[in-house]
C-alpha cells in the first residue's frame, strides 16, 4: 500500500501510485500524478497538472508545479513534466509552464537539482544535470544534458546552456553556453572547456583534442562568430559532438558567451 503519513492533504484527484510515500504535512493538489517509488518529503507543495516520474524523490519544504510567476498568466491551461529518478532538495521552487512558452515546464531524467534552485516556468532541462545550491533559472531556458551549473548561478530568459557545459559559482549568464564550455563572471565569460567532463563521458584523447581545437577557433584566433563557425564545420564531418557543436550556434539567436 501507499505510504501516506496521515497529516498529509491529498486531493481527490491527484492520482499516487500505491509504492510512493508521502510524508508528514505534505500538500498534493488536483492533477498531481506521482508515479511509483516517488518519497515526497514533509512539508513539500505539489500543485498541478504535475508529472512526478518514477524514482523521483522530492525533498522538505519545495514547491513544485505552482503557477509561474509572469504577470501575463491568467490560469489557463500549462503544466510540469518531471522525468525519472530525480532529486529534488530542500527548498526548489519549480513552476509550470505559460501559454506563451508551449505550456510546459520540462524536467528529464536523473538529474541533481540542490537546495534552494529555482527552475522558472517554460524551462526545458535535458538529462544528468546538476544544479548546486542557489542556481536559478529565469523562464524559457534551456538546458542541455550533463550541463552543471556552480552555486548561484543566475541565467537570463531565453538563454540556451548547452550539453556538458560548466559554470562556475556566481556565474551570470546573459547570452547561451556552447556544449562542453566552461564559464566563469559576471557577465559569464568562457574559460576553456570541460575536459573532465568529457572524460567521465567517455570523450576520448582524440576528441577532447579536437574540441579544444574548436575552441581555439571560436574564442582565440580573433575570427568573427560565422568565420568561426565555418572553420569548425569543415573539421567535424566525421565528429557527431563537433556537429552538435556546430548547430549549437548556428541557432544561437541570442548570441553566445564571448
Known amino acids: 500500500m501507499t505510504d501516506i503519513h496521515p497529516t498529509a492533504i491529498i486531493d481527490p484527484a491527484a492520482d499516487v501510485a500505491p509504492t510512493a510515500t508521502v510524508g508528514p504535512y505534505a500538500v498534493i493538489g488536483p492533477g498531481v500524478e506521482i508515479e511509483a517509488g516517488c518519497t515526497i518529503g514533509p512539508h513539500a507543495v505539489i500543485n498541478g497538472p504535475t508529472r512526478i516520474g518514477a524514482g523521483t524523490h522530492i525533498f522538505q519544504f519545495a514547491s513544485v508545479g505552482e503557477q509561474p510567476q509572469d504577470k501575463k498568466f491568467e490560469g489557463e491551461d500549462s503544466r510540469l513534466d518531471i522525468g525519472c529518478d530525480n532529486t529534488i532538495r530542500e527548498f526548489v521552487t519549480i513552476n509550470r509552464g505559460t501559454q506563451d512558452g508551449g505550456g510546459v515546464t520540462t524536467i528529464g531524467d536523473g538529474n541533481w537539482i540542490m537546495a534552494y534552485v529555482h527552475?522558472?516556468?517554460?524551462?526545458?532541462?535535458?538529462?544528468?544535470?546538476?544544479?548546486?545550491?542557489?542556481?536559478?533559472?529565469?523562464?524559457?531556458?534551456?538546458?542541455?544534458?550533463?550541463?552543471?551549473?556552480?552555486?548561484?548561478?543566475?541565467?537570463?530568459?531565453?538563454?540556451?546552456?548547452?550539453?556538458?557545459?560548466?559554470?562556475?559559482?556566481?556565474?551570470?549568464?546573459?547570452?547561451?553556453?556552447?556544449?562542453?564550455?566552461?564559464?566563469?563572471?559576471?557577465?559569464?565569460?568562457?574559460?576553456?572547456?570541460?575536459?573532465?567532463?568529457?572524460?567521465?563521458?567517455?570523450?576520448?584523447?582524440?576528441?577532447?583534442?579536437?574540441?579544444?581545437?574548436?575552441?581555439?577557433?571560436?574564442?582565440?584566433?580573433?575570427?568573427?562568430?560565422?568565420?568561426?563557425?565555418?572553420?569548425?564545420?569543415?573539421?567535424?564531418?566525421?565528429?557527431?559532438?563537433?556537429?552538435?557543436?556546430?548547430?549549437?550556434?548556428?541557432?544561437?539567436?541570442?548570441?553566445?558567451?564571448?
Open 119 to 258: 527552475i522558472a516556468h517554460d524551462c526545458q532541462i535535458g538529462q544528468g544535470v546538476v544544479f548546486a545550491n542557489g542556481a536559478s533559472l529565469a523562464g524559457h531556458v534551456s538546458v542541455g544534458d550533463r550541463a552543471t551549473l556552480g552555486g548561484f548561478t543566475l541565467v537570463h530568459q531565453f538563454c540556451r546552456l548547452g550539453e556538458g557545459c560548466f559554470t562556475s559559482m556566481g556565474s551570470c549568464i546573459r547570452r547561451d553556453v556552447p556544449p562542453w564550455v566552461m564559464v566563469a563572471g559576471d557577465p559569464a565569460a568562457p574559460h576553456g572547456t570541460n575536459s573532465e567532463g568529457m572524460r567521465r563521458r567517455g570523450f576520448d584523447a582524440d576528441g577532447q583534442r579536437r574540441f579544444r581545437s574548436a575552441y581555439r577557433t571560436l574564442y582565440k584566433r580573433g575570427l568573427r562568430l560565422q568565420e568561426a563557425i565555418e572553420s569548425i564545420s569543415a573539421e567535424a564531418t566525421d565528429d557527431p559532438a563537433l556537429q552538435r557543436f556546430v548547430a549549437f550556434l548556428q541557432a544561437s539567436p541570442r548570441g553566445i558567451v564571448r
